[in-house]
C-alpha cells in the first residue's frame, strides 16, 4: 500500500487535472510543486549561467541559460549530475526541482548543475534538445571529464537526457557516464497500451493531453518520430548505460518500458524498475515519502560506480 506521504504526489496530478478541465479551478503552481519536496539538509545553493554557444546575432543574454549549482558537503567537485527538469517541456524550472536533484546528488556524493531550458510554445523542439546539449558542452569546457557527468531528467527530462545525447554524438562529443531517468516521457505520438490500461489509475496524463503538450512542443507541422524529440526512432547503440525508474500507475508505463526494450536492443546496458502503486515522477516526494526515498538511494548506488566514486 502506498504512503500517505507518497499520495501527496497523486493530489498534485489530480489538482493539475482539475485546473485543465475546470478554468474556476486553482492552478497548481511552481511554489506548490517544489514543495512536494523536503529541503535537503547540508546542501548549498550557488546560482550561475551557462554559456550556450548559440549564433553570435542572438543578443549576449540569450546565449547564457539561468543554472543553478547544488552541492552537497563533502561532494566530490568533478563529478557532476546533469539535471533536466520535467513539465512537459512548457513549465518546470530549476527551482521546482532543485531539492529532488539535490538529494539524489547527497547520495550520490556529487555536485548537481540544474539548468533552465527554454520553453514551449515560445520555443519549439529542437530548442530543448539544443539547450541541453549546450549545457553538457558547457560542462566539458569547464574541465569536467565526460566519464565524470551522469545526466539526470524527469518526465520530459527523462527524454531530454537521452536526446541531448544523441545531439551530442552527432557533433562529435565524448558522452556521459550514464543516464539517470524518472518515469521518462519519449513518445510524443502517446501510442503506448497503458495509456488505456492505466488511464483509471493516473489522475493527469491522459493520452489527448500528453498529445495537446507534444504539439506545444513540436509546433506546426513537427515531426512525432523525429529521433531526437521520439528516441523510441533513434539509434540509441554506444549509450552509456541507463537506470529507468517509473511507477506502475503510470499512463506513462509503456515509455519506460518501450525504451528500456529499445536501448537493450542496441547493446546498451539498461536498467528498469516499476515502482508498484507509484504515480508519475513519484520522487518529487524524497525527503518525506519512503518510497521516494528508496527511489533515490537506488539511482545513487547505481550511478556511483559508473562515476569511479
Known sequence: ???????????????????????????????????????????????????????????????????????????????????????????????????????????????????????????????????????????????????????????????LAISAQLRARERGLPLPAAAMLFSPWVDPEATGESYGTNRDRDPFFYQESVRLFAGMFLGEGGDPRDPLANPLFADLSGLGPIYIQVGGDETLLSDARRLDEHARKAGVDVRLDVFPDMPHTFQMAAGRAPEADMAVRAMAEWVRPKLHL
Open 1 to 159: 500500500m502506498p504512503s500517505k506521504q507518497s499520495e501527496a504526489v497523486r493530489r498534485h496530478w489530480a489538482a493539475a487535472r482539475l485546473a485543465m478541465v475546470r478554468p474556476d479551478a486553482e492552478q497548481p503552481d511552481d511554489e506548490s510543486w517544489g514543495n512536494l519536496t523536503a529541503e535537503p539538509r547540508e546542501v548549498d545553493y550557488l546560482e550561475t549561467s551557462v554559456e550556450t554557444y548559440l549564433e553570435t546575432s542572438v543578443d549576449a543574454d540569450e546565449r547564457a541559460l539561468p543554472a543553478m549549482w547544488a552541492v552537497p558537503k563533502h561532494s566530490t567537485e568533478d563529478r557532476v549530475l546533469l539535471c533536466m527538469h520535467g513539465g512537459g517541456y512548457i513549465s518546470g524550472s530549476m527551482y521546482t526541482h532543485r531539492k529532488m536533484f539535490a538529494h539524489l546528488a547527497k547520495a550520490t556524493g556529487a555536485r548537481a548543475l540544474i539548468f533552465d531550458y527554454r520553453l514551449a510554445p515560445e520555443h519549439t523542439h529542437p530548442t530543448q534538445v539544443d539547450d541541453a546539449t549546450a549545457a553538457y558542452q558547457w560542462l566539458l569546457a569547464q574541465g569536467i571529464s565526460a566519464d565524470h557527468i551522469a545526466l539526470a531528467g524527469d518526465s520530459a527530462g527523462g527524454g
